[in-house]
């Protein structure tokens, strides 16, 4: 071979060497360009050992436009998010208060954006923006300045990264919630909502969400969620969480479109400590209504009318329970239980406390009430049955009323007369005691009086 052709192959493999080395190096340069700083992503982003417990508690950034559905943008309005400056300089923490706190991209923004990260590099881009957010109420909320901060590239893969860590927690605990028999009644529930078209209402304690004793108002239909507080706090995280996982695991759709939106409901101010659970009610009374209960006024009196407007009913209610129970005694006091060996359970009144703490000590179960839409299919009316007379009673209790109008009277009636007559013998038993535990009491009363006078 010529001398001439050594000449030529050997500058031909120095230019391979250092293309391929150029290459390498490009490729060395825009990782660290989108690769986020070792000792930033361990204060944004949590640990791939964490547990799923604290990895649905890490305080990520929100998404911004969460409660809309996902927009395609074109490339013009996406390069709109890189800038050829170099990012704005900001110590450590001011830059990771920002990144936590600043609402990311849409996810079909961010997968966009990766696919351009390699062309915006090339074109001499240095920095992004938050586009989403420039010129808005929730920038300058969210900033201290209302300059245009600039920030370093890996800010788009520390979008990324937050959009799948919400995806993992999102999806953690989905495969124990469909499959495990204790969800079961959970599972209903939401399949009841999302059917349906039923609405959930109910009252829920914040204590073990927010540390502190107090009441507010629920409402869950289909995707939609409102809550009312009376102190006018915003829903928990964690109940806003909760909510927006168990709701997602009903979806049927696109997974990436359940979208949850939270409202706030009408509800009247709180103005004392212990006036969080009627006025709770209150705000459910009035959206189950559709208005016609009106918002309670703030003053006391109202909140005390209310109070025993709510008892009534309550007391309402057990009576026609226990009324309802009446109906089916026994035919023969034989199957009646010997009061003399039954057993009885005391029931003992809690204790008057004017925190609203005391209100999550009453042994009461939280009321959940499903509302399903009214429909009226049209159908025949049902024919009326014949009258008929009631048999005579068979067995020797008094006939009820048709009406009763305070518990005393009803167990007056449901009482047997064997019964009745125990309680009188057991009454006169105990009268017989009392009068020879006080004879005995004056005999020595007396004898201790004789003592002392012969002592003196």
Request: net charge negative; glycine share 4%.
């Amino acid at each position: 071979m010529a001398k001439s052709s050594y000449v030529a192959l050997y500058s031909l493999s120095n230019f391979l060497a250092a293309s391929s080395h150029k290459l390498y190096s490009g490729r060395s340069i825009l990782m660290d360009y989108y690769s986020i700083p070792e000792s930033i992503e361990q204060q944004i982003l949590p640990t791939p050992d964490l547990s799923i417990t604290a990895l649905t508690s890490f305080l990520l950034p929100p998404q911004h436009g969460s409660n809309t559905r996902p927009v395609k943008h074109d490339s013009d309005s996406l390069f709109q998010y890189f800038s050829k400056d170099s990012p704005t300089v900001l110590a450590e923490l001011g830059l990771t208060i920002q990144l936590r706190n600043l609402p990311t991209p849409e996810g079909t923004v961010i997968q966009q954006l990766l696919a351009l990260k390699n062309q915006a590099h090339l074109a001499g881009f240095q920095s992004v923006r938050y586009d989403h957010l420039w010129c808005t109420e929730e920038t300058r909320g969210s900033s201290s300045t209302s300059d245009d901060l600039l920030f370093p590239l890996w800010t788009i893969t520390f979008w990324s990264r937050v959009a799948d860590v919400k995806q993992v927690a999102v999806r953690s605990g989905t495969e124990t919630y469909l499959n495990n028999q204790s969800f079961g009644w959970l599972r209903r529930l939401g399949e009841d909502l999302q059917e349906h078209g039923s609405t959930l209402v109910t009252a829920v304690h914040l204590g073990e969400l927010s540390n502190m004793p107090h009441w507010a108002s629920l409402a869950v239909q289909k995707r939609t969620v409102s809550f009312g507080d009376s102190f006018g706090n915003k829903m928990p995280e964690k109940l806003h969480n909760a909510c927006s996982w168990w709701l997602r695991q009903h979806h049927t759709g696109d997974f990436t479109e359940a979208k949850v939106t939270f409202h706030t409901l009408p509800i009247t101010t709180q103005l004392d400590s212990h006036s969080c659970g009627i006025l709770a009610d209150n705000t459910l009374d009035h959206l189950i209504s559709g208005g016609q209960h009106p918002l309670l006024g703030p003053s006391p009196s109202d909140i005390i009318a209310q109070r025993l407007q709510r008892f009534l009913s309550v007391a309402r209610h057990i009576i026609a329970q226990l009324e309802s129970s009446a109906k089916n005694v026994p035919n023969h006091l034989s199957d009646l239980p010997d009061p003399e060996n039954a057993e009885t359970t005391p029931l003992a009144p809690a204790e008057a406390n004017n925190d609203s703490g005391s209100d999550s000590e009453v042994n009461f179960p939280i009321s959940i009430i499903l509302i399903r839409p009214q429909h009226q299919p049209a159908s025949e009316p049902e024919p009326t049955p014949p009258q008929v007379a009631p048999a005579p009673p068979t067995h020797p209790l008094k006939p009820a009323p048709a009406r009763q109008t305070s518990i005393t009277s009803f167990w007056a009636i449901a009482t047997p007369d064997k019964k009745k007559e125990a309680d009188e013998s057991k009454f006169q038993r105990i009268k017989e005691n009392y009068k020879v535990l006080a004879a005995k009491s004056k005999e020595h009363e007396h004898k201790k009086a004789s003592r002392i006078r012969e002592l003196a």
